[in-house]
C-alpha cells in the first residue's frame, strides 16, 4: 500500500482504478447483451407468429398469389416438384409409349417429357394377376410430389386406355374452383355434376394440382376441409360412434384438421355404381374388416377378376385410415407433424409444406418426441418396413395361386359351387392384401396392424384352395375357439 504525501493517508494504485473501470464495461456489457438478447427474442416471437393475412385476388386458386404473402410456404410447396428418393423408389424412369403421345399433346415442359415414376407393376408382375382385367394391370407406379399430382395422372396408361369417370379429378386437381364453377356457386352440386361427367371432359377445366385454397381459408389462414367426399365419409364415421349431425368444419379441433386435411385424399373410396360419386366406406367405421363388411352389405365390387371369374374389390391408398389404428395417432400425432414437420428459416418458424417422407430428415421429424440417434431410428423403420414385406409377399403369392388355382378348376370342370366359394375367399384375399400393397408406409403407420390384415389375407386365400378341394363354408368357419376370443375383442372395443 502507498501513502500520500500529506496527512499519510493510504491512496490505492492505479491498476485498481483500471480494474474497476473494466469490471463496471464488463458488467455493462453483459447487461446490454442480455437486454438486446431479450429483446431479439420478443422481436423473433412477434415475427415468428403465423401471419394471419387474407389472400384476394383474380387469381385466388393459384398457389402463386398465396407465395406473394408467404414465400417461405410456397417455397416449400414448390419443392415438392422436386424428386426425393426413398428406399422403395429411388429413381425416375423415360416416358415412352403412349404417355409420350399425350404428353406432346399436352405440351408439357422437357422435364416432365422425359421422366415419370417408376413402375410397380414391372418390379412385380404379380400384381397383373391381381388385378387382372382392370385398369391398374395397365400401369400402376410409385406416386411422385403433389406437384406432379395431376400430371402423372394425365399420364397412366389407366386413363389414356380406359375410360375414366370424372370422379378421379377429386383427388388429383385443385377443386375449389372446379366445383363453385360447375355448381354455379354451390360445392355440393358442382361434385355431383363433376362426379357424372368423363375424365377426359373434366380434365380439360383441371389448371392445377393441389394448391393453397384445397386446405387454407384465404381470410383467416385456417385449415378446412373442401372436399365433399370427406365431408361425407366423416359424418357417417361420426354416426356410427353415436355421433350426429357432424361437421368436420365446425366440429373438429385444430390438431385434428392436421390430419383430416391429408384424409381429403389419402384414403380408401369407392365409386358409386349409378352415379360414380365418390364415397369412403365408413358406416360401419375404419377397420378394415368394418369396410369389408360395409361393401358386402351394400353388395358392391370394383371389376371382374379376367383369370379367376370372381367379382373383387379394389383397394386404393389406405393411408388415413391404417394411420389411424397405429401408436402415433393414439398419441395425437398428426399427419402434419410428420410430413410437414416445422422447421426455421431465418427467424420464423414455418411448417415444412414440401411434404416430403420424414426420413428425409429424421431430426426434425422423428427426433422431436423420440430421444435415439438418426441411424438407429432409421434402423428401426427399416425393419418395420421389410417385416412388412416379408409378410405382404406371403399374403400376395397366396392370393396369386388362389386366382390361378381358380382359373384351372374352371378348366378342370369343377363344380360350380365349389368355385363360387373359392371367389368368395378370393375378394377377401384380395383386397386385404392390395389395401396393404397401396398403403404407402410399407407397414410403418400401424406394423401390428398389418400384420393382422395380411394374416387374414393369407387365411382366405388358405380357405379359398381348399374350397376347391370340396370343402364347404360351415367346415371353413373359425372355430369355437377362435370365435369365441373374436367376440371378447368386439366387446371390449380393442380391434
Given amino acids: 500500500m502507498t501513502f500520500s504525501s500529506a496527512g499519510g493517508r493510504p491512496r490505492l494504485p492505479l491498476w485498481v482504478f483500471f480494474g474497476v473501470a473494466a469490471g463496471a464495461a464488463l458488467v455493462t456489457f453483459v447487461v446490454t447483451a442480455l437486454l438486446t438478447n431479450i429483446f ?266 379376367a383369370t379367376s371369374g370372381a367379382q373383387v374389390l379394389k383397394a386404393q391408398h389406405p393411408d388415413f385410415e391404417t394411420w389411424s389404428a397405429g401408436v402415433h395417432a393414439a398419441n395425437g400425432v398428426t399427419c402434419a407433424d410428420c410430413h410437414m414437420s416445422y422447421q426455421r428459416v431465418g427467424n420464423q418458424k414455418i411448417a415444412n409444406h414440401q411434404i416430403a417422407d420424414p426420413l428425409a430428415n429424421v431430426n426434425a421429424t422423428c427426433g422431436v418426441c423420440h430421444t435415439a440417434s438418426d441411424q438407429v431410428i432409421l434402423d428401426r423403420v427399416e425393419t418395420i418396413q421389410n417385416r ?13 395361386a388362389l386366382i390361378n388355382d381358380i382359373a384351372a378348376a374352371q378348366a378342370a370342370g369343377v363344380d360350380a359351387d365349389r368355385i363360387a366359394l373359392a371367389q368368395k375367399f378370393q375378394n377377401q384375399a ?14 410403418f403407420h400401424a406394423p401390428d396392424y398389418m400384420a393382422k390384415i395380411l394374416t387374414e389375407s393369407l387365411d382366405a386365400a388358405r380357405k379359398g384352395q381348399l374350397a376347391l378341394l370340396g370343402q364347404t363354408e360351415a367346415e371353413l368357419a373359425p372355430s369355437d375357439v377362435a370365435e369365441a376370443n373374436l367376440e371378447k375383442i368386439v366387446v371390449t372395443g380393442k380391434i
Fill in 388 to 400: 412388412f414385406i416379408q409378410s405382404r409377399d406371403r399374403a400376395l403369392d397366396a392370393t396369386v
Fill in 40 to 305: 431479439e427474442k420478443k422481436v423473433e416471437a412477434s415475427n415468428g407468429t403465423p401471419r394471419i393475412v387474407a389472400v384476394t385476388g383474380q387469381d385466388i386458386n393459384d398457389a402463386e398469389l398465396w407465395g406473394q404473402t408467404y414465400p417461405l410456404e410456397y417455397d416449400g410447396f414448390k419443392a415438392t416438384a422436386t424428386f426425393t428418393p426413398t428406399n422403395h423408389a429411388d429413381a425416375l424412369v423415360p416416358v415412352t409409349g403412349p404417355r409420350q403421345a399425350v404428353v406432346d399433346q399436352l405440351g408439357y415442359d422437357p422435364e416432365t417429357r422425359t421422366e415419370t415414376a417408376e413402375s410397380k407393376i414391372e418390379a412385380d408382375p404379380r400384381l397383373v394377376t391381381l388385378w387382372s382385367g382392370y385398369a391398374f394391370s395397365l400401369d400402376y407406379r410409385h406416386a411422385r410430389g403433389h406437384e406432379w399430382m395431376l400430371t402423372d395422372q394425365r399420364m397412366t396408361l389407366r386413363v389414356l386406355l380406359r375410360d375414366q369417370p370424372g370422379t378421379c379429378l377429386n383427388c388429383h386437381a385443385s377443386t375449389v374452383a372446379l366445383y363453385e364453377e360447375l355448381g354455379d356457386g354451390d360445392t355440393m352440386a358442382g361434385f355431383d355434376v363433376m362426379n357424372a361427367m368423363s375424365y377426359n371432359d373434366v380434365t380439360q377445366l383441371a389448371t392445377h394440382p393441389i394448391q393453397c385454397i384445397d386446405c387454407h381459408d384465404p381470410t383467416t389462414m385456417k385449415l378446412r376441409i373442401t372436399r365433399p367426399a370427406l365431408i361425407n365419409g366423416l359424418k357417417a364415421l361420426k354416426a356410427s360412434e353415436g355421433i350426429l349431425d357432424y361437421d368436420v368444419n365446425r366440429d373438429a379441433t385444430t390438431q385434428e384438421m392436421r390430419s383430416y386435411v391429408c384424409a381429403q385424399c389419402h384414403v380408401e373410396y369407392y365409386f358409386t355404381s349409378d352415379t360414380k360419386t365418390l364415397t369412403f366406406p365408413w358406416a360401419n367405421g375404419l377397420d378394415l374388416d368394418q369396410v369389408f363388411a360395409y361393401y358386402n352389405e351394400i353388395g358392391f365390387t370394383d371389376y371382374t377378376n
Fill in 430 to 443: 384380395a383386397f386385404y392384401v392390395d389395401y396393404a400393397y397401396s398403403e404407402n408406409s410399407y407397414g
